[in-house]
């Protein structure tokens, strides 16, 4: 796993079916944002060469991935923010993504005289 150097939501991880997944907890905690599999040149089948280790680089929107059988490749990652945010909006980014919901009676109280 890692996380995204630019974006304090986000970070990705690979698994042993050869799957590499970006998540962004702002977005979705749930489900990620994008889920690839390398596929065959020929017959367009996923490859499952097992992924052991997954980078993003600090200047360019791409993440490194290693597998087991000792290759790396590079992916472009398109439609995930990369670029610079204050220190402000990182933490209250991260913050709001890892905020506990209150659903105490007082909460729903609350919430119900506002509307």
Same mark, same amino acid.
């Given at each position: 796993? /890692?996380? /995204? =150097?630019? @974006? %304090? %939501?986000?970070?990705? %991880?690979?698994?042993?079916?050869?799957?590499?997944?970006?998540?962004?907890?702002?977005?979705?905690?749930?489900? =990620? &944002?994008?889920? #690839?599999? +390398?596929?065959? =040149? *020929?017959?367009? &089948?996923?490859?499952? @060469?097992?992924?052991? *280790?997954?980078?993003?680089?600090?200047? /360019?929107?791409?993440?490194?991935?290693? $597998?087991?059988?000792?290759?790396? /490749?590079?992916?472009?990652?398109?439609?995930?923010?990369?670029? =610079?945010?204050?220190?402000?909006? #990182? #933490?209250?980014?991260?913050?709001?993504?890892?905020?506990? +919901?209150?659903? $105490?009676?007082?909460? &729903?109280?609350?919430?119900?005289?506002? &509307?």
């Amino acid at each position: 796993m /890692s996380w /995204s =150097p630019n @974006t %304090s %939501s986000v970070f990705a %991880s690979v698994a042993n079916d050869g799957r590499i997944e970006i998540w962004d907890l702002s977005r979705d905690s749930l489900a =990620p &944002q994008l889920d #690839q599999w +390398d596929k065959d =040149p *020929v017959t367009g &089948q996923d490859i499952n @060469t097992p992924k052991t *280790v997954v980078r993003f680089m600090k200047t /360019s929107p791409v993440i490194l991935a290693g $597998t087991t059988d000792g290759k790396v /490749s590079v992916y472009r990652t398109r439609g995930l923010e990369h670029g =610079p945010v204050s220190d402000e909006d #990182q #933490q209250y980014r991260i913050m709001s993504c890892i905020a506990k +919901d209150d659903f $105490t009676k007082a909460k &729903q109280e609350e919430e119900a005289a506002t &509307q």
